[in-house]
C-alpha cells in the first residue's frame, strides 16, 4: 500500500467472514477514495497498521494465532516463532524500526518484539488486548486485562521500561492509541456497554481523564450514535481520526448496518465533527485499524 500527496487516512477493514480485508485511502481535502487492495486471506483475526519509510505497513493476525506481515502475508523472522497471538500493536521508530506488541491467547502474556530481535516478554500477564504508539520516539503501551482493567507502560528504544501503571479505568474491552506531534498521547477506549470515551496523557505525564465521545461529537439529525464493538486511531496533524464499527442488534440497518464503519475527528481546539459512515465500504466489518502518512 503506497502512499498518494500526504498526508493521508489510511483504514483497513476486516470483513466479519474473516477471510478478506480491505483499504480505504482519504486523499488531501477530505475526499475519499475507492476502496482498493481487497485481499484474500483465510480466518483474519486482528490487524493493525502504521506507517513506514512511506508505505502503509498492516500486520495481521490469522485464526491459528500467527502474525502476517505485508505483503507476502508470510511471518518472517523474528516474528516466524510467534503462534496463540490474540492481538497485535504496531508503531514505528525513526520511521524504519517495526516495534510490535503482542497479547497470547494462552497465558495472556504481552510481548514486545522489533526487527532482527527476539520476542522480549514482558512483566505483565491475563491481557486480553493491546495497543501502541510511538511518541518522540518512546514506544508507549496500552494493555487491557481480562477483567477490563487498563495498564499503561513507555518503552524507550533499549527496552527500558516504566513498568504497568493502572489508570484506573475499568470495565474495557478495547483500546485504540495515537502520538501527536506535541508529545500527547491521545487513548480511545471501548466499554463493555459499546460506549466510546477519550483521554489524554500529555507530554508532562499528566492525564486528562476519560470523556464520552458520543456525547462530544454532534450528529445529524435523525442519525443513531454509534455503540461501538471495535475502534482504532491515528494522529491527523494535530487531530485525532477515530474509526468505530458498531453492531448489529438495535440498530436501524438503514442508518448503521451491522458493521458499517462510522468517523469522527478531534479537532486541534477540542470539539469533534459528527459521526459519519466511511464512504465505500460495504457493511459486515468485524475489525478496524488506521493510519495516516
Known amino acids: 500500500m503506497t502512499s498518494p500527496a500526504s498526508p493521508s487516512v489510511y483504514v483497513a477493514c476486516i470483513f466479519a467472514q ?25 480466518g483474519i483475526a486482528a490487524i493493525c497498521a502504521a506507517p513506514m519509510n512511506g508505505v502503509m505497513q498492516a500486520i495481521l493476525t490469522n485464526a491459528s494465532g500467527q502474525v502476517l506481515l505485508a505483503p507476502n502475508w508470510q511471518n518472517p ?11 497485535a500493536g504496531l508503531g514505528v521508530t525513526n520511521g524504519t524500526t517495526r516495534r510490535l506488541v503482542v497479547a497470547t491467547k494462552d497465558l495472556g502474556e504481552v510481548m514486545l518484539l522489533t526487527d532482527f530481535m527476539p ?13 501502541c504508539a510511538v511518541v518522540q520516539d518512546w514506544l508507549h503501551v496500552l494493555a487491557v486485562r481480562t477483567d477490563g482493567a487498563l495498564f499503561h507502560n ?7 521500561a516504566q513498568g504497568y501503571r493502572d489508570t484506573g479505568a475499568r470495565n474495557i474491552k478495547a483500546v485504540s492509541c495515537a502520538g ?19 483521554n489524554i496523557r ?31 486511531c491515528a494522529a491527523l496533524g494535530d487531530e485525532l481520526f ?36 466511511l464512504p465505500a465500504v460495504p457493511a459486515n466489518i468485524s475489525g478496524v485499524a488506521c493510519g495516516v502518512m
Open 119 to 131: 520476542p522480549w516478554h514482558t512483566n505483565i500477564t491475563e491481557i486480553e488486548t493491546v495497543a
Open 77 to 87: 523472522e523474528p516474528y516466524d516463532n510467534l503462534t496463540e497471538v490474540e492481538m
Open 242 to 277: 477515530i474509526v468505530c464499527i458498531p453492531p448489529n442488534p438495535g440498530m436501524p440497518a438503514a442508518q448503521y448496518p451491522h458493521g458499517a464503519p462510522q468517523y469522527t475527528v478531534r479537532q486541534s481546539n477540542g470539539s469533534w465533527t459528527g459521526f459519519v459512515p
Open 180 to 198: 501527536m506531534p506535541n508529545g500527547d498521547l491521545h487513548v480511545v477506549v471501548v466499554r463493555d456497554n459499546g460506549e466510546l470515551y477519550h
Open 18 to 42: 474473516g477471510g478478506q480485508f480491505c483499504v480505504v485511502a482519504q486523499a488531501p481535502g477530505l475526499s475519499w477514495l475507492p476502496v482498493q487492495n481487497v485481499t484474500d486471506i483465510s
Open 202 to 232: 500529555f507530554a508532562n505525564g499528566s492525564w486528562q481523564g476519560f470523556s464520552n465521545v458520543e456525547q462530544a461529537a454532534p450528529n445529524p439529525p435523525g442519525n443513531l450514535v454509534p455503540i461501538a464493538t471495535s475502534v482504532a
Open 154 to 160: 513507555i518503552f524507550g528504544s533499549d527496552n527500558s
